[in-house]
């Protein structure tokens, strides 16, 4: 039983580890993955002298041995106040410097270069559900991303309920959707695949349940499903948002061909008092 328990908690592990930056399907995320190295091997400097000379000091000086020196007179030594206070100050200073260089370059609301347009989408946090919706395209889905492999994605996010938290893991890191505001996002997948997206800030009974699959495929077949979508599926009108907009946990994801003018900032009006909105960069709405 113990040996299965072990087996379970290392297979959760690695399936945890594949699942997230650490293996990384995007740029932002590799980027991640590399400044978190980083930082483990800088911070190793102090740490595995730790682990190396407390077993050497309790062996050499063990009760009855005669190995160690006696010094009831020492005080003082340059080199261990050098060590002790000097290693780490370069430390501090290596790693400050690293995290302000990474936190620019990383910025959530910086495109990322490519050869390719940026796909736009309009991203909405419901309880407990992710609405999707692409102005390019004029159509929308909940629950289910469509993007295109090798081609950057700007999202731009908010909420039609209380404070929620944007994440594809494989992809990049997270942002935070809030009512009334406006938030980006620029991520990338660098290759076709489908990768688990979710919201990490609790919202009440369905939390657990608001996660979403992200499909990366070619821009052929990105534009077959939007051509499909517009053909095929219902509208998502002042009706059909006022029933998908109530509380509630969906069985499985849902499509619209067609999408009302004004969804995105309306949503954004209900909880501005339908005020000018700008925008963080200080464009409209």
């Known amino acids: 039983m113990r040996s299965a328990g072990v087996l379970l908690l290392l297979t959760s592990s690695v399936v945890a580890a594949s699942d997230g930056f650490i293996n990384p399907a995007g740029p932002v995320a590799e980027a991640l993955r590399d400044h978190l190295i980083f930082?483990?091997?800088?911070?190793?400097?102090?740490?595995?002298?730790?682990?190396?000379?407390?077993?050497?000091?309790?062996?050499?000086?063990?009760?009855?041995?005669?190995?160690?020196?006696?010094?009831?007179?020492?005080?003082?030594?340059?080199p261990l106040e050098v060590l002790i206070w000097g290693v780490p100050a370069v430390i501090v200073g290596v790693l400050s410097w690293n995290?302000?260089?990474?936190?620019?370059?990383?910025?959530?609301?910086?495109?990322?270069?490519?050869?390719?347009?940026?796909?736009e989408v309009q991203a909405i946090a419901l309880d407990w559900k992710w609405v999707f919706i692409y102005p390019e395209q004029d159509v929308a889905s909940v629950n289910e991303l469509m993007i295109v492999a090798g081609r950057p994605?700007?999202?731009?996010?908010?909420?039609?309920?209380?404070m929620q938290s944007f994440m594809i893991p494989r992809l990049g890191g997270q942002i935070y959707t809030m009512a009334g505001m406006v938030t980006q996002l620029n991520l990338l997948a660098s290759e076709p695949g489908q990768f688990r997206g979710l919201n990490t800030q609790y919202n009440g009974m369905g939390?657990?349940?608001?996660?979403?699959?992200?499909?990366?495929?070619?821009?052929?077949?990105?534009?077959?499903?939007?051509?499909?979508?517009?053909e095929s599926k219902p509208p998502l009108n002042q009706t059909a948002w006022a029933q998908l907009a109530k509380p509630s946990v969906l069985a499985s994801p849902q499509?619209?061909?067609?999408?009302?003018?004004?969804?995105?900032?309306?949503?954004?009006?209900?909880?501005?008092?339908?005020?000018?909105?700008?925008?963080?960069?200080?464009?409209?709405l």
Request: aromatic share 16%; hydrophobic share 45%.
């Open 99 to 119: 995290l302000w260089h990474q936190s620019y370059e990383l910025d959530p609301y910086k495109p990322l270069a490519a050869t390719e347009a940026t796909l």
């Open 207 to 230: 939390f657990a349940n608001q996660k979403f699959m992200t499909h990366a495929v070619s821009q052929a077949d990105f534009d077959t499903w939007a051509v499909n979508m517009s």
């Open 255 to 284: 499509s619209f061909g067609s999408v009302a003018e004004g969804l995105f900032t309306g949503v954004i009006a209900d909880f501005t008092g339908g005020y000018h909105h700008i925008k963080a960069d200080g464009t409209d």
């Open 39 to 78: 930082i483990v091997v800088v911070m190793a400097i102090v740490i595995a002298p730790l682990f190396i000379a407390l077993p050497w000091v309790l062996w050499r000086y063990r009760l009855g041995t005669k190995s160690g020196s006696y010094q009831p007179n020492w005080e003082f030594s340059w």
């Open 153 to 162: 994605v700007r999202f731009r996010l908010t909420s039609g309920t209380v």
